[in-house]
């Protein structure tokens, strides 16, 4: 099991925010109680949208950052071609 998980969620208004964590369960809970980033807290609710593993924290921010970079579109097609998890 990864140490470490790279995730998308959707926000209520539709925008998609990306964040890393070591424990995702503890991180989405304090995301859907408005006690995660400034961000989410006025966009809930929020939905897990996507995961992806990651070997360490180090591994885990460079991929978080590769994929803030990417456009809308492109988060969106990487969402579609492993399926929602949400």
């Known amino acids: 099991m990864s140490a470490?998980?790279?995730?998308?969620l959707r926000c209520g208004d539709g925008?998609?925010?990306?964040?890393?964590t070591?424990?995702?369960?503890r991180r989405l809970a304090a995301?859907?109680?408005g006690r995660g980033a400034k961000y989410t807290r006025a966009r809930l609710p929020v939905e897990l949208v996507y995961t992806e593993p990651a070997a360490d924290r180090s591994q885990a921010l460079r991929r978080e950052a590769a994929i803030k970079a990417l456009s809308r579109g492109e988060k969106l097609r990487l969402i579609q071609a492993v399926g929602e998890v949400g």
């Open 4 to 8: 470490y998980t790279v995730y998308i």
């Open 15 to 20: 925008t998609l925010y990306t964040g890393c």
């Open 22 to 25: 070591n424990d995702l369960t």
């Open 31 to 33: 995301h859907s109680a």
